[in-house]
């Protein structure tokens, strides 16, 4: 009698649990599907390789390594390399505008030309809308209606 109780508890409990991670999977899995059909094409890795204004040529200012960004806009999340530091922080997209929060949180490693960094960092905050170009390989960062950065699909 105890062995049969015990066996439709422990029964219960399994089958519950099992349904209960197969419904988590399952919303996760549909809510990415529906970003995906969005057709949200900014998603992914991008290396910079053009930032308007730049005070001397583009592959001088960022001589070890190139500025890239990473977005996620089923999280809402930016993040990426300055050309020195690390960076990451929160980003509102929709349709082709894009609002990147005021408030990025970054290393704070020094490197021998700052300029570049903050270059990057304060063009990036300036970004109000994107272009994907080129079947999806160039991401062109626009403010108003000027295009003030491009990256390529890493």
């Given at each position: 009698?105890?062995?049969?109780?015990?066996?439709?508890?422990?029964?219960?409990i399994?089958?519950?649990?099992?349904?209960?991670?197969?419904?988590?999977?399952?919303?996760?899995?549909?809510?990415?599907?529906?970003?995906?059909?969005?057709?949200?094409?900014?998603?992914?890795?991008?290396?910079?390789?053009?930032?308007?204004?730049?005070?001397?040529?583009?592959?001088?200012?960022?001589?070890?390594?190139?500025?890239?960004i990473?977005?996620?806009?089923?999280?809402?999340?930016?993040?990426?390399?300055?050309?020195?530091?690390?960076?990451?922080?929160?980003?509102?997209?929709?349709?082709?505008?894009?609002?990147?929060?005021?408030?990025?949180?970054?290393t704070?490693?020094?490197?021998?030309?700052?300029?570049?960094?903050?270059?990057?960092?304060?063009?990036?905050?300036?970004?109000?809308?994107?272009?994907?170009?080129?079947q999806?390989?160039?991401?062109?960062?626009?403010?108003?209606?000027?295009?003030?950065?491009?990256?390529?699909?890493?």
């Open positions: 009698m105890k062995k049969s109780i015990a066996t439709i508890i422990l029964s219960s399994l089958i519950t649990s099992c349904y209960t991670s197969k419904t988590t999977t399952m919303d996760i899995t549909d809510k990415k599907k529906a970003n995906t059909l969005k057709g949200n094409l900014i998603d992914g890795t991008w290396e910079a390789n053009y930032i308007m204004n730049t005070p001397k040529a583009f592959g001088e200012l960022y001589l070890r390594v190139k500025p890239s990473t977005i996620n806009s089923y999280e809402n999340r930016i993040g990426g390399v300055t050309g020195c530091n690390n960076f990451t922080g929160k980003c509102t997209i929709d349709g082709n505008k894009i609002m990147i929060a005021d408030a990025l949180a970054a704070r490693k020094m490197c021998p030309d700052m300029a570049g960094e903050q270059l990057f960092l304060e063009t990036l905050k300036k970004v109000n809308a994107y272009s994907v170009t080129n999806g390989k160039t991401l062109n960062l626009i403010m108003g209606d000027i295009a003030v950065m491009r990256l390529e699909r890493k």
